[in-house]
């Protein structure tokens, strides 16, 4: 049983879409590990879940109307805002996050989200091209900025037939998350001053990157010989998630695009699996736009040019196996030479001459800064804990550096988006 949710008062919001059904589950899910939770129906869920069901999972009758004549002398909204630890909307349609980012109290949900001083907390759910429409990105930004967390969306098969970003995460990853995301708080909750951002609520000092969209790449890529072979890389992913977890500690929303590893996804961080550079790539492009890219996987530069689909035998005459192998994409420049580019960062693993091959990549790739190391170092690099770095971008006259010593992953990371943040402010 998860210890950062036991006891804690979970007001569950219910919104007008088919991922309504899901949130059943999740219900259960918050009751099993020790949570109260009490439901709160928009008019518009009724159509997929009833209160009959959410108050046999819950035990707790389920809130539908705003002036409710049953609620605490009517006022059931100002009792629920208050009662609430945490305020979790699932699904979130994209008509509710318009509404609650230009502060509408039209229903019992959007109002008493607007009285509380809980942690609020909302999975998106909707189809891929609402998803990503300019509308619904900037309410996402300006919720984010508000103070709220977004769990996803995830990507991939949706019930009106697209594919694509959009779909509501499934409730056994929300209640993971929520758990991670409730763990991380370094304090309790606290009550402020009505006339202060949410974003004053949050026990994280530093919140410089709420609002900002992030995209990361991690680990490695596979490149398909066969069906049992393939080509790769040493790259465990951990540079790359560390960086996850802490811009969106810090308020970003974060999308990591990740290679196969064996890592946890972080707290509040939307993560699209994939194989191959091709894939990477497409799972990328359809994140974008953003504020800012960090290129942190270890791309495979070339592939097979012909995968072959059954096992590659060896022969009886001992003869060798010629592989003719074809570039991949080059996924950071690509992401460099958009026109509505982001703040970008590449990172480059070197064997030898660092800060030249470093200086270079910087500039044909048109980066905005790169991240260097030394895999040969003892203690660092590839499937190690630690790292040690040295920071290169543009300067007036020169390429300008800044060395950073052998220390962990995570502190690395911090230091990183500390870099990061200043020149996205």
């Known amino acids: 049983m998860s210890t950062s949710l036991f006891g804690k008062r979970v007001l569950l919001g219910i919104s007008a879409g088919i991922a309504a059904y899901k949130s059943a589950h999740l219900a259960r899910l918050l009751k099993k590990t020790g949570c109260e939770v009490r439901v709160v129906l928009t008019e518009g869920a009724q159509a997929f879940i009833t209160p009959l069901t959410l108050q046999a999972l819950t035990g707790e009758p389920v809130r539908t109307s705003l002036l409710d004549p049953e609620a605490e002398a009517g006022m059931g909204h100002i009792e629920l805002a208050k009662w609430a630890d945490v305020v979790l909307i699932a699904p979130a349609t994209a008509d509710l996050m ?6 509408h109290a039209d229903d019992l949900l959007t109002t008493l ?5 809980a942690r609020c907390i909302m999975a998106p759910a909707m189809n891929q091209a609402m998803w990503r429409h300019p509308a619904t990105l900037a309410n996402a930004e300006r919720l984010e900025s508000f103070g709220w967390t977004l769990l996803g969306p995830d990507a991939g098969d949706q019930a009106c037939g697209d594919v694509g970003p959009g779909r509501m995460l499934e409730p056994e990853d929300i209640h993971a998350r929520l758990a991670a995301t409730l763990a991380s708080l370094s304090k309790p909750l606290s009550h402020v001053d009505r006339g202060r951002s949410s974003v004053a609520r949050e026990s994280i000092d530093n919140r410089d990157l709420a609002g900002k969209r992030v995209v990361i790449t991690a680990g490695p890529t596979r490149e398909a010989l066969d069906p049992v072979r393939y080509l790769s890389n040493h790259s465990s992913g951990k540079m790359g998630y560390a960086l996850a977890a802490a811009c969106a500690a810090r308020g970003a929303r974060v999308t990591l695009v990740s290679g196969p590893v064996s890592l946890e996804t972080p707290a509040a961080v939307e993560r699209i699996d994939v194989v191959s550079a091709e894939e990477m790539l497409d ?5 974008l736009p953003c504020d800012c890219f960090i290129g942190c996987a270890a ?7 012909e995968v072959s689909p059954q096992k590659l035998k060896k022969g009886n005459d001992d003869a060798d196996l010629t592989l003719r192998l074809t570039r991949n994409p080059d996924i950071v420049a690509t992401v460099a030479a958009r026109a509505d580019r982001p703040f970008t960062v590449g990172f480059a693993a070197e064997t030898q001459s660092l800060e030249a091959h470093a200086a270079d990549k910087l ?6 800064m790169i991240v260097a190391n030394d895999v040969t170092l003892a203690g660092a690099g590839f499937g190690s804990d630690d790292n040690a770095v040295t920071l290169f971008w543009p300067g007036e006259a020169a390429t300008q550096r800044e060395s950073l010593s052998l220390q962990s992953k995570q502190a690395l990371a911090e230091i990183l988006v500390d870099r990061i943040a200043a020149r996205l402010a």
């Open 98 to 103: 318009a509404r609650l980012a230009h502060g």
């Open 113 to 117: 989200c607007l009285a509380t001083e």
């Open 283 to 287: 799972a990328v492009e359809s994140a």
């Open 299 to 305: 791309v495979a530069d070339y592939r097979s040019a």
């Open 363 to 368: 500039a044909r790739k048109r980066l905005d």
